[in-house]
């Protein structure tokens, strides 16, 4: 099975800044590459997904990039609201799987 | 408005059995698979199964098979996972989730989550 590597475990950031999230695959995905934000208490929400491609209702402040084995998820201006665990997971291969999560707290 | 509603909260003893839902609405529950994700307490995101309610098929990621059961009732738009023995490890919030294909296993739509707890 891939193993997906997300980095760094934790990312402070201050309101208004950029973030950028890292994930890397064990062997290629290609394209097919999902990013995921969970807030406590909630279910996860997808954010994107083919790598680069926003989720309904994602707003343009997140964006993805990447292919192969090298992943990143962008906010370009942190919001209150976006302080949340990030997941990337790869649906390339049977069994699809996540990496273990970034958390982006307050700094 | 799609939506996918779990059944409650859960506390059993180590060795019992248990059976969860996900009932689908909102969707044609038979034209998506639906998945099962478990996060134990503090921990990450990790598929367990996938299942296609048209025609019941199935399919475990390797860590979960022989472990859990995963069905469906088309017949009232409802999924299920089920234990027949469960363990102190089994211990963990339990997700469901639309997939839109086999070829796409992503989660565009959650539901609210499980939470099963195994103490004696």
């Known amino acids: 099975e891939i193993v997906m590597t997300q980095s760094p475990a934790t990312l402070s950031v201050s309101p208004g800044e950029r973030a950028t999230l890292s994930c890397r695959a064990s062997q290629s995905v290609s394209s097919n590459l999902a990013w995921y934000q969970q807030k406590p208490g909630q279910a996860p929400r997808l954010l994107i997904y083919?790598?680069?491609t926003r989720a309904t209702g994602i707003p343009a402040r997140f964006s993805g990039s990447g292919s192969g084995t090298e992943f990143t998820l962008t906010i370009s201006s942190l919001q209150s609201e976006d302080f949340a665990v990030y997941y990337c997971?790869?649906?390339?291969?049977?069994?699809?799987?996540f990496g273990q999560g970034t958390k982006v707290e307050i700094k | 408005e799609v939506q996918l509603v779990q059944s409650g909260a859960e506390v059993k003893k180590p060795g019992e059995s248990l059976k969860i839902s996900c009932k689908g609405s909102g969707y044609s529950f038979t034209s998506y698979w639906i998945g099962w994700v478990r996060q134990m307490p503090g921990k990450g995101l990790e598929w367990m199964g996938i299942i296609y309610p048209g025609d019941s098929d199935t399919r475990y990621s390797p860590s979960f098979q022989g472990q859990v059961t995963i069905s469906a009732d088309k017949s009232i738009s409802t999924a299920y996972l089920q234990w027949s023995s469960l363990k102190a490890s089994d211990t963990a919030m339990y997700y469901c989730?639309?997939?839109?294909?086999?070829?796409?296993?992503?989660?565009?739509?959650w539901g609210q989550g499980t939470l099963v707890t195994v103490s004696s």
């Open positions: 997971q790869q649906y390339n291969n049977w069994p699809p799987m």
């Open positions: 989730a639309r997939v839109p294909d086999t070829a796409m296993v992503i989660v565009d739509y």
């Open positions: 083919g790598a680069s």
